[in-house]
């Protein structure tokens, strides 16, 4: 009896540990399968001018025009974005690869820690490609929350232990009008039905 009551609260507290660095987001009761259809929820990317891993500003108006693929990280992040930033790296060779034009971009959600200095530094450990990757920090912690919360709908605050920070683990796809269409499972390796979507929506199948 002892037995299973003790691995019942195990199990709780690997639950509420997994709930940092953004496990769950509150567009659905579950965390996202690749890809679900956002458009229902009208959601657009917001205004914004920020600086990049280079020290430039980026704002909104850059990205108008172009599918994007939006996701959140930081770069003192214990878990999660240590499989979201290899996932998106990936995902930006398959892009190339396949000729499809798209911009990246990652919101640290540390930014009185990621200054453009440490996000280069971030972005040259996974290989980045600048050309279309920005690293977008210039913020506080409570307009990313803000940011985040009208944007894509998700969750972003400090964990319980003050060591990590609760995010989505998504990909959120914008297409050229601003709008947040889609998102997919940041923890996922497979990057095909991001590519099929924008094959399809780019028109080159």
Known sequence: MRTKAGLWLC????????????????????SAVNGEDLQEY?????????????DEVVTNEDLEGEYTLVNMIFSRCPTVCNLMTPNMSQLQRDLATEDIDA???????????????????????????????????????????DFAESTFHSVVAPAADDEDIVHSTDIFLVDENSQVIQRYDGLDVDTEPILEDLRRLAGSE
Request: with cysteine; hydrophobic share 35%; glycine share 8%.
């Open 11 to 30: 199990g709780v507290v690997m639950l509420l540990a997994m709930a940092g660095c953004g496990w769950f987001d509150n567009v659905s009761e579950t």
């Open 103 to 145: 911009n990246l971009v990652s919101f640290t959600v540390d930014p009185d820690y990621d200054s453009p200095e440490v996000l280069k530094e971030y972005g040259d450990h996974y290989e980045a490609d600048y050309s279309n990757w920005d690293f977008l920090t210039g913020y506080s912690l409570d307009e990313v929350e």
């Open 42 to 54: 009208g959601l657009d990317l917001h205004d914004f001018s920020y600086t990049n891993q280079s």
